[in-house]
């Protein structure tokens, strides 16, 4: 699974076209091999989507560790938010762009391990966290995402169980505190507010 953190996929390309029903609305994605997710939108994503909340105050989101776009695309055609989409994979964000077309979306796509290259702040920050990459590097980029919201700006994020799930929420009571917006199959939806 390392190879979805790649910058450049060694992998051979192999393109599929999924569509994705939301809300009445069916998008269209092109994925392909290396990259998180490549013959469906997963349950988490789907999950994550279908539960956050916005305000009409909110009107510049990321969507951090983009993909190839489903959450950034689908919240900017939703919730009428303009959308910055990051990842580390050069595969990835070609699909990424691609897909904002296809969908009629426009967005800043970015090259950003991480943080690195992200400047500014936001007022919604969404992930479906790489869990993979350790404890130490996920939550340091937990810390860069509340460092990078707005106030009154929020952090979604989806996160299983048994993938640490206490833990995070733990770590997150040294901020304004996590909450908890629905559970679903080992599934929490996680929700932080920067006051």
């Not at 009154?152 to 733990?170: C, D, I, P, R, Y």
Request: hydrophobic share 35%; glycine share 8%; net charge neutral.
């Amino acid at each position: 699974m390392a190879h979805y953190y790649s910058e450049k996929p060694e992998s051979e390309s192999l393109e599929r076209t999924l569509h994705y029903e939301f809300n009445g609305r069916t998008f269209t994605f092109v994925s392909d091999t290396s990259v998180f997710s490549k013959d469906h939108v997963d349950y988490a994503t789907d999950l994550l989507l279908k539960t956050i909340k916005t305000s009409a105050e909110m009107k510049r989101g990321l969507d951090l560790g983009c993909g190839y776009g489903v959450i950034g695309i689908v919240l900017a055609q939703e919730k009428a938010l303009d959308m910055t989409f990051s990842d580390v994979n050069e595969r990835a964000l070609a699909l990424c762009e691609r897909n904002l077309k296809a969908n009629q979306v426009e967005g800043t796509v970015i090259k950003s391990d991480g943080f690195t290259s992200i400047l500014g702040t936001f007022d919604i920050i969404v992930t479906n966290p790489p869990i993979r990459i350790g404890k130490t590097s996920l939550y340091g980029m937990f810390h860069q995402a509340y460092q990078h919201l707005n106030d009154n700006g929020e952090l979604w994020f989806v996160m299983h169980k048994k993938h640490g799930v206490q833990s995070a929420l733990t770590y997150f009571e040294s901020f304004s505190g996590p909450e908890v917006v629905k559970r679903k199959k080992g599934f929490h939806i996680i929700r932080i507010r920067k006051d």
